[in-house]
């Protein structure tokens, strides 16, 4: 069973930092992009980050020079690093990859569970 796994959310201070994991596993031939959105209450999910297989990124503006985003490709791996966090930070940051289960022509979205993340002092 393919699935995306978060980790590393919680409590951020303004100004501070977080880092964000999202692990791919199970039987997955290629990943494409993968990236983080992120979703506050009332608002609708917004892109926060994407990066290609080749290591091309785009940003949201409200997010460039404050997080980056990389990937490990041998650990099927996405990071977030989150810095001079803003309150205006907090949702739910949710993983996404398009992935290529067994080497033919279709490739899939999924989705991970989503981790919280907080901005408060």
């Known amino acids: 069973q393919v699935q995306l796994v978060e980790s590393g959310g919680g409590l951020g201070q303004p100004g501070g930092s977080l880092r964000l994991s999202c692990a791919a596993s199970?039987?997955?031939?290629?990943?494409?992009?993968m990236g983080w959105y992120r979703q506050a209450p009332g608002k609708q999910r917004e892109l926060v980050a994407r990066?290609?297989?080749?290591?091309?990124?785009i940003y949201a503006d409200s997010v460039k020079g404050r997080f980056t985003i990389s990937r490990d490709n041998t650990k099927n791996t996405v990071y977030l690093q989150m810095n001079s966090l803003k309150p205006e930070d907090t949702a739910v940051y949710y993983c996404?990859?398009?992935?290529?289960?067994?080497?033919?022509?279709?490739?899939?979205?999924?989705w991970g569970q989503g981790t919280q993340v907080t901005v408060s002092s």
């Open positions: 996404n990859a398009e992935m290529n289960l067994r080497g033919g022509s279709t490739w899939y979205n999924y």
């Open positions: 199970g039987t997955i031939f290629s990943i494409n992009s």
């Open positions: 990066i290609r297989s080749g290591g091309s990124t």
